[in-house]
């Protein structure tokens, strides 16, 4: 599919896998519950764990990010340029609903500037969530075809290729810089 195709599918609450820096993502409009429950429950993952959002920009993320609880050194942390791509654990507002942030009063959050994750955020005007295209135990996806394997050939992919990291993203807290899974 394309992505006017796959943000048409997006904004009709639908889930979809689309290519990141380093692997295909599963995702879907953050704020359907709807579209978040198909999604976890595709993926076999529980609420509680809560689940990254992506957006080429901060401004994606302030319906969720407690932006007030961001200090000047924090803010600059979380724009910065890094070798790898870069999760970071931040405040949630304390409207943003608990099947996005789990058991935490916190949101993970990564600036993203993969040509296709920005596109798609322009075109539905809405951060995405992601979480890794696979299925438990299955390695995750690196091609549209691996998708279309694992999740069938009806599948919403869009058919771009995914970045050059090799890893998926480290994820840190933004407020002690704790390393909560290297990149």
């Known amino acids: 599919m394309n992505r006017e195709q796959i943000a048409e599918a997006l904004r009709q609450n639908q889930v979809v896998a689309y290519p990141t820096e380093a ?23 529980p609420v509680e764990k809560g689940l990254i959002l992506v957006a080429p920009s901060l ?4 319906p969720f990010v407690n932006f007030e609880q961001i200090n000047d ?10 070798e790898r791509p870069t999760t970071w654990i931040v405040p949630a507002k304390s409207t943003t ?35 890794s295209a696979n299925l438990t135990g299955d390695p995750p996806c690196r091609i549209a075809d691996e998708v279309r394997l694992q999740f069938g050939v009806d599948f919403p992919v869009l058919d ?11 994820i840190r807290d933004l407020r002690t810089n704790q390393l909560f899974r290297q990149g």
């Open 97 to 131: 609903p608990h099947f996005l942030t789990g058991k935490f009063d916190s949101i993970a959050i990564r600036l993203c500037n993969h040509p296709s994750v920005k596109a798609l955020c322009e075109l539905t005007g809405f951060a995405l969530t992601s979480t």
């Open 59 to 62: 401004d994606f993320f302030r």
């Open 23 to 45: 692997v295909f993502g599963l995702g879907c409009n953050p704020q359907s519950e709807s579209a978040v429950k198909k999604l976890l429950d595709l993926k076999q993952r």
């Open 160 to 170: 771009e290729i995914v970045g050059d990291a090799r890893n998926p993203s480290e």
């Open 73 to 82: 050194e924090q803010l600059s942390r979380l724009q910065g340029k890094y």
